[in-house]
């Protein structure tokens, strides 16, 4: 294994254009997933890496419809005895490209300036994938595979895979496997490896307040009905306390503590306050007191207002009471909260603090559970030495503030964990204009995926 492991690495140096090529060819297809008018597109991508899978040399590959958009599979296997089988998950969909303007080159043309690739996926999550195939090739390409690899890469993650579960629960024999490695996910900086271990879940709702049934001139009614805006504001800031510690009942319930070792873990991590402060632009940060800034973003729950809409907003003058106002509200939810019990504690207390003066609905759009994995598996060993083979250093372990739904998708239904193995920095403005891929990070991460592979056998 040590000379197959020699060979690859050697392969992947001497082919790193290659794979930066067959990358851009990959970044050309505008593939946004909440877009209809790129249903085409996102067939086509599809198709792509259907038909790169097989150039590979994959088995059983093949493009699965569901009620959105398809799920592209395929399969390798090793006649290695007692190999364990690796489910490799990842996304082909990325985000709309507004606000076209503030992109310095076209977000659908590949553009690389000094040590950087720019394009929209580049980083979320088309380079991840592309990644760990490069890494496979030059396995493949230099003797027998370590391990059984199933390769499970959908096109909703960016609308919040709506039918991912239902594909795996249809799946469940096809898919099963002893780990998935989860490429969605990043290090803290070029120099700072690092192992996300655990992700907060997603309870999503719309508040919406009703007052007078309908827009009342203010002056003629002002003082004798309930503003609808108002009492929007009145209930959101019943939520919190002057501290940042969420008031509903029973939010805290099943959230499971912190234990010192974990927290030493987390101190070892160089974001500090002066890290978020700089990464913000805030004034001053917010938040419980009682916990250090990076253990409020990965250990803690949140419930945050994401927009409030209501009244009269153009510009000029119009004086009226509103009928109507409404917020989006999203928890960020920890091992082990479940998104319908935070459904129903915030239910709970709009009954018990919402006034007679209104009406009020609230809407549950969409949950996700949190997942965590053991620091110390087997699986999450074989990634630190990897990291360790390539850095020189022993990375950190974190949590992310993020959600990612299929980690805990896969956790329920084929009850395995997932290992989040990516090499995104934190300066890759995902989601934003001028998305970026670090290249030499890059090409650091596909060596550690080589070395990952081998790990495990």
Not at 93 to 119: G, H
Request: net charge negative.
């Amino acid at each position: 294994m040590a000379v197959q492991r020699e060979a690859a690495l050697t392969y992947v140096r001497s082919h790193r254009e290659a794979f930066l090529d067959t990358l851009k060819t990959f970044l050309r297809f505008p593939s946004i997933s909440t877009s209809e008018q790129h249903r085409a597109d996102m067939e086509a991508t599809a198709r792509w890496l259907a038909d790169y899978l097989r150039s590979l040399g994959m088995a059983r590959v093949n493009i699965y419809p569901t009620d959105g958009h398809p799920v592209v599979y395929g399969e390798l296997t090793t006649d290695r005895a007692g190999a364990p089988t690796v489910l490799v998950y990842g996304h082909y969909d990325v985000q709309p490209p507004d606000p076209l303007d503030l992109w310095a080159s076209p977000p659908f043309e590949p553009t690389v300036r000094e040590d950087r690739l720019y394009a929209r996926g580049a980083a979320d999550m088309k380079g991840q994938i592309i990644g760990v195939l490069a890494a496979v090739e030059a396995l493949l390409r230099t003797g027998d595979l370590p391990v059984n690899l199933k390769f499970m890469f959908e096109g909703e993650e960016e609308i919040g895979s709506p039918h991912l579960a239902g594909f795996i629960a249809r799946h469940k024999e096809m898919l099963q496997c002893d780990v998935s490695l989860n490429a969605d996910a990043g290090i803290m900086g070029e120099d700072a490896p690092s192992i996300t271990y655990a992700l907060r879940g997603l309870a999503y709702f719309e508040l919406h307040v009703q007052g007078p049934a309908q827009d009342l001139h203010s002056g003629v009614y002002g003082g004798v009905v309930h503003n609808a805006a108002q009492a929007l504001a009145e209930l959101i800031a019943t939520m919190h306390d002057a501290e940042g510690h969420i008031t509903v009942d029973g939010f805290y319930d099943q959230v499971r503590p912190l234990d010192e070792e974990e927290r030493a873990a987390l101190r070892r991590l160089p974001m500090d306050e002066a890290f978020y402060l700089e990464h913000t632009g805030a004034p001053a940060l917010w938040g419980e007191p009682e916990y250090t800034p990076v253990e409020r973003v990965g250990a803690r729950p949140t419930l945050e207002i994401n927009g409030i809409i209501g009244g009269f907003t153009d510009p000029g003058v119009k004086t009226v009471i509103p009928s109507h106002a409404s917020a989006k509200i999203s928890c960020r939810l920890v091992p082990d909260q479940d998104p319908e019990t935070i459904y129903q504690c915030l239910r709970r207390h709009l009954e018990t603090h919402a006034p007679p003066t209104i009406r009020w609905e609230l809407k549950y759009i969409v949950g996700a559970k949190p997942a965590i994995i053991d620091r110390k598996s087997r699986w999450v060993r074989a990634l630190s030495q990897a990291m360790e083979s390539i850095w020189g250093k022993e990375p950190f372990y974190k949590r992310e503030g993020g959600t990612v739904p299929v980690v805990a998708q896969v956790k329920d239904i084929l009850g395995v964990d997932s290992v989040m193995a990516g090499f995104i920095l934190p300066d890759a403005d995902l989601h934003a204009p001028n998305e970026n891929l670090h290249l030499p990070t890059w090409y650091r991460g596909i060596e550690t995926y080589v070395h990952y592979l081998c790990n495990l056998a």
